[in-house]
T-cell receptor
Framework: NAGVTQTPKFQVLKTGQSMTLQCAQDMNHNSMYWYRQDPGMGLRLIYYSASEGTTDKGEVPNGYNVSRLNKREFSLRLESAAPSQTSVYFC?????????????FGEGSWLTVV | GENVEQHPSTLSVQEGDSAVIKCTYSDSASNYFPWYKQELGKRPQLIIDIRSNVGEKKDQRIAVTLNKTAKHFSLHITETQPEDSAVYFCAASPWGGGTSYGKLTFGQGTILTVHP
């Protein structure tokens, strides 16, 4: 069991470039999330997917798009990166109700936009 | 939406002392309150959590209290050790009615330093 796996771990982008952060979980979880964490702050929810085929906006969705490719994978896309999107991005997943209440975080992806 | 305020932003204690971190939340629909410890460069790690049907929960040196009427909850760490030094985050989530508890709103964090 690898848990929640994110790629890449580190990325430097130029303003205006696009990129996709990949996330996969091997725990058969229904729900998946993308958070960002700016320096000295708590995590903020960007988008989430309650189940395969559904996605919803979180607190800070502007500038991002997501795809729930299948039950395992949930990707986050920056179409035109801006310096304000420099952050650490965490993917997470949760099991179905009745199967515990632990939120599993990935190790994070450090993104710098110059 | 939910707003979670966390205080203090920094806390410095001597080894063996107690540490208390407080959070307030705004949305009465929130009913799940986890606390996370985050070390530099690492992912958040759940240390304790509480549901709104419980007023207090304890796990060894760590305890959490919840006052749902006043909309605040607190983390208590007793007999602190240098390895407790980290950033601590509180969070709140509306768990139930089909909404996943993973939709967390985090506080701003508290940098805890435990001096030997």
């Amino acid at each position: 069991n690898a848990g929640v796996t994110q790629t890449p771990k580190f990325q430097v982008l130029k303003t205006g470039q696009s990129m996709t952060l990949q996330c996969a979980q091997d725990m058969n979880h229904n729900s998946m999330y993308w958070y960002r964490q700016d320096p000295g702050m708590g995590l903020r929810l960007i988008y989430y997917s309650a189940s395969e085929g559904t996605t919803d906006k979180g607190e800070v969705p502007n500038g991002y798009n997501v795809s729930r490719l299948n039950k395992r994978e949930f990707s986050l896309r920056l179409e035109s990166a801006a310096p304000s999107q420099t952050s650490v991005y965490f993917c997470a997943s949760t099991p179905p109700r009745g199967h515990g209440n632990t939120i599993y975080f990935g190790e994070g992806s450090w993104l710098t936009v110059v | 939406g939910e707003n979670v305020e966390q205080h203090p932003s920094t806390l410095s204690v001597q080894e063996g002392d107690s540490a208390v971190i407080k959070c307030t939340y705004s949305d009465s629909a929130s009913n799940y309150f986890p606390w996370y410890k985050q070390e530099l460069g690492k992912r958040p790690q759940l240390i304790i959590d509480i549901r709104s049907n419980v007023g207090e929960k304890k796990d060894q040196r760590i305890a959490v209290t919840l006052n749902k009427t006043a909309k605040h909850f607190s983390l208590h760490i007793t007999e602190t050790q240098p390895e407790d030094s980290a950033v601590y985050f509180c969070a709140a989530s509306p768990w139930g009615g089909g909404t996943s508890y993973g939709k967390l709103t985090f506080g701003q964090g508290t940098i805890l330093t435990v001096h030997p």
